[in-house]
């Protein structure tokens, strides 16, 4: 009994002396680094782009290349990898079906050479197959269903059949293949019965030859149509290998800060523990703060906030080389991508950054505040403490101080430094505002605006005592800090 008394005056004493340490008044957490789990990087699995002919541009692959370096993304989804400007079904001088795969090859080979992987999104429909001219876009996707669904099936044989031979097995059977992109939103002429049918006749397609290869849907907009699908793959006998949809923060009115994690729990709870689940659209909302410190904050929030829900959550999109609605020329356009058209790097960007260097293992912490938040996480010599200050638009937010308490550290800090992203750091669209905001900058302005972009290494103050130390700093509205502690 005296053993645990003096225990628990131990944890007393040291509860006090870090609470000591705090500012009256800052938002106090703590971080227990003895009490782990594993941090799977699951948000670097996939990331979204636009359509499939844009992989042939220079700035495309740079700004992919760029993503998978600094991001760590694995795979890269885009649609349209059947549309008529990559040439794949065209008619031979008898008028038959013939496929063309060369232009699809040097999309695949870049991917491949720099060590990501397609994730394949099997649209839109070849105007030679195609039972109407409906279209989507800029680009003009074909949204209509097969007038032959024969003629579909074989398209979807001979594809994977040359994809199989050109990559090898070990390869493709790495890749996802999603049937169509977000039939209820826009993207499908027709409707629930027969976008079942597309799916029924491409699953078969695929598994009929290749049966190890993963094939899912329905990739719909808003989280819809998973029990349907599910219900309807269960009565026609075939296993979908994942389930996919897609969600934004601004589908459901009025808003709310965790309408993400709301949203994917219900989808969690609705294909059960082992059904893997996709989400292979995400962002910061279909509202233009995507060039902002509010895509930056939005994704420290909600990267730890769904944790363990989904298999893959796919920030869409990696650039502004995009052309849903022809391509933009304005350098910041609130674009959904992580770069802008020249390579500079958004907030949203600097967060990946950040989210990439993070540990394998998290530490527990503890303390609540309806706008600020702390997650730690460990690797072999690293501790890495991320801070964020976010909230809905309009909603109460203010600057925050916050007090971060470690414990448990096990070994010596031998380097510490803070770096920043807000509205006076890695925040480029307010360097370019103060420029007279050009349309079309020269290089020395687009240095300017990547530098700006850069992180800014600051010393770090902080209190040790024994293997527990406290630091205190400010957040502002919107603003992400990072704190990283080397050890030995």
Known sequence: MSKLILSLFVLFILQLVSSQQCETGSVQFTADLSNLSDWDHFWERTVGSGH??????????????????????QSVRFHGIFDDDLSVVQLDSNGSIIYSWYDIDQVYDYIVEIGMAPYVELSFMPELLASGNATIFHYKGNITPPKNYTQWSNLIQAFIGHVVDRYGMDVVSQWQFEIWNEPNCGFWSSDQTNYFKLLLETFNAIKSIYPQLSVGGPATCQSAWIPETLAFAKANGIQLDFVSTHEYPTDIQPLQRNIMK??????????????????????????????????????????????????????????????????????????????????????????????????????????????????TTLSDDEIMVIIYNHNIPEAPIANETICVTLENIQGTITESYLRRIDHDNCNPIATWTAMGSPEYPIKSQIDELKAAAEFIYQPIDFNQNGNSLTFTLEVMPQGVAAVTFKFQ
């Open 52 to 73: 499939a002919v844009l992989a042939l541009r220079e700035d495309w692959r740079r700004a992919l290349a760029l993503s998978h370096e600094k991001l760590g993304f």
């Open 262 to 375: 709301q949203v994917l729990t219900n989808s969690r709870q609705q294909v059960g523990p082992n059904m893997k689940l996709y989400y292979s659209e995400y962002n910061d909302g279909l509202f233009f703060r995507h060039d902002t410190t509010y895509a930056s904050a939005f994704i420290m929030f909600n990267i730890p906030d769904v944790y363990g829900i989904a298999d893959i959550f796919s920030w869409w999109c990696f650039s502004d080389v995009f052309e849903e609605q022809g391509q933009q020329s304005v350098p910041f356009n609130q674009g959904f991508g992580l770069l802008t058209i020249y390579d500079i790097p958004k907030p949203s960007f600097k967060a990946f950054e950040l989210l990439h260097e993070t540990g394998k293992m998290r530490a527990n912490v503890t303390g609540e505040h309806p706008t600020a938040g702390v997650f």
